[in-house]
């Protein structure tokens, strides 16, 4: 109430209190509220002084604190209160233009069909076994490649600037040519201290030279205590260290503020009837890249029917659009068959452009949730939180064009000769990298390792780490870079 009303942070808070009041949490809470005091038509904000005794001592004082910080950890830092709304998603007004460009063909791919009820009788007996279905595929190719979405960065330009002459940008030689403000080696440090050589990692030093108790076993019982308090700030500074295997899927699960209740697993119910009812032409992309990527990897194969689940019910969930509110570029619309430009038929559909990406970032996610509403529903917050970013045109830090101007520039600040060889041999190291980073990595590290670099990125809230790892890969390699003579030598 002291706050200034107009400035940001007011109006952060009050965005945050507007969307929890629209959540099933919310619900949940007023309901358990009028039964444990007795008052089954009172709404919440009349109770006052006895709803803060019940939060205390109902438990739901620390759900609210995690779901409160839950959505800051979502919501971008406070604009100028004058500043018109699409500012907050995206400030510089030539990356909004290039947003709406890259998502303009998505709407050839969210057109609608009613399924004949013989076909959505028999899709509902084959939901569990869907990856013994062989539909006719062959038409289809994916229309999103990583090396597709790398030749649009390549050509962004700030207008701003004249003849490509960006003077704080002029030595800069790689393929991103637009200039945003990226961290160098000493910020890098400061954010990522707790990844410092005198602090433990899970992943390196339980598997050192050294017997594991010296700190697996004490980060093991730390982690215990973190999950018996239900702090969703803490489980958060605990995985910057790695989470051990049997701790992740909770600690994940509340960083995240996933509890699956009921609520949440109709809502996923709900989703898988809509796939059931209506046939999306982007249904087919989903079937062909989920059975190349099963077929191309031993230890997603297991998972295929997870992957369809996930992925269809993904492509119908309205509620995602929810983050366009704070994040990237207005959804695309389409209409049901027969109703074009009617309203009430219309449909808005998240961005789902990289399936194959989409598809790795769902696979490692089976190894720890095996139940398919709320694997689901961790993919979906995973996916608001952090990927989305990798697949859409924006300035935030993490973004996918910082995180290859990241890349690129910690690269040449720091081994330029490196740098500069391979440059001249026409390899340009983001040409190699660019795919393991719109991934996360996902396809390109064993399983056990990928979730520990995805532990740090829940841990930190930021991709940026992404960016380190394929700049340190490259300095691992390179004395046998330095020796190479082309691009696919350097592969």
């Not at 000493?186 to 030093?205: A, C, R, V």
Request: glycine share 4%; charged share 20%.
């Amino acid at each position: 109430a002291m706050l200034d009303p107009d400035s940001g942070l007011s109006l952060t808070i009050a965005r945050i209190v507007q969307r929890l009041k629209g959540s099933s949490l919310y619900s949940q809470l007023e309901r358990q509220a009028r039964v444990s005091l007795h008052k089954p038509e009172i709404k919440l904000e009349s109770l006052k002084e006895d709803i803060k005794d019940f939060l205390k001592t109902s438990g739901w004082e620390k759900k609210l604190q995690n779901a409160v910080y839950s959505e800051l950890n979502m919501f971008p830092s406070p604009c100028h209160p004058a500043a018109p709304p699409e500012h907050m998603k995206e400030p510089l007004a030539y990356m909004r233009k290039a947003q709406v460009g890259c998502y303009q063909f998505y709407k050839l791919l969210s057109y609608d069909f009613q399924r004949p009820a013989s076909e959505q009788k028999e899709l509902l007996n084959k939901w569990n076994e869907m990856g013994t279905d062989e539909p006719d595929l062959s038409l289809f190719r994916p229309v999103y490649a990583p090396k597709d979405f790398l030749e649009v960065l390549m050509n962004l330009r700030n207008p701003n600037y004249e003849n490509g002459e960006q003077p704080s940008f002029r030595n800069h030689l790689g393929l991103i040519q637009v200039p945003l403000k990226v961290k160098d080696i000493p910020e890098l440090k400061e954010d990522f201290s707790e990844l410092g050589l005198n602090t433990g990692q899970l992943g390196i030093d339980d598997s050192a030279q050294v017997p594991p108790e010296f700190f697996e076993n004490e980060h093991v019982r730390v982690g215990q205590k973190v999950l018996a308090e239900q702090d969703s700030a803490a489980a958060q500074q605990y995985v910057r260290q790695g989470c051990p295997t049997a701790l992740r899927a909770d600690l994940w699960a509340l960083i995240l503020n996933i509890s699956n209740q009921p609520e949440d697993i109709l809502y996923y119910e709900q989703l898988k009837s809509n796939v059931i009812q209506h046939d999306l032409l982007v249904d087919s992309l989903i079937y062909k890249d989920v059975k190349l990527t099963a077929s191309n990897d031993d230890y997603y194969f297991v998972f295929e029917d997870y992957l369809y689940q996930v992925l269809l019910c993904f492509s119908r969930d309205t509620s995602v659009l929810e983050h366009f509110a704070y994040s990237s570029a207005t959804p695309p619309k389409s209409y049901i068959r027969g109703k074009l430009g009617i309203e009430e038929y219309a449909v808005f559909y998240p961005p789902n452009v990289n399936y194959n990406s989409f598809i790795l970032s769902v696979a490692p996610l089976c190894f720890l949730y095996h139940e398919p509403s709320k694997l689901y529903q961790i993919f979906r917050e995973m996916y608001v939180r952090f990927f989305f970013r990798l697949h859409s045109i924006s300035s935030h830090p993490s973004g996918i064009v910082s995180l290859c101007l990241l890349f690129e520039t910690l690269l040449q600040t720091h081994l330029p000769q490196l740098f500069y060889h391979l440059r001249e041999i026409g390899a340009q190291p983001l040409r190699i990298s660019f795919k393991w980073m719109v991934r996360a990595f996902s396809g390109y590290l064993a399983t056990d390792q990928l979730l520990l670099l995805w532990d740090r990125i829940l841990g930190y809230n930021s991709l940026e780490i992404l960016a380190v790892l394929a700049a340190a890969v490259f300095a691992f390699r390179a004395v046998n870079l330095m020796e190479v003579t082309s691009l696919a030598a350097a592969e």
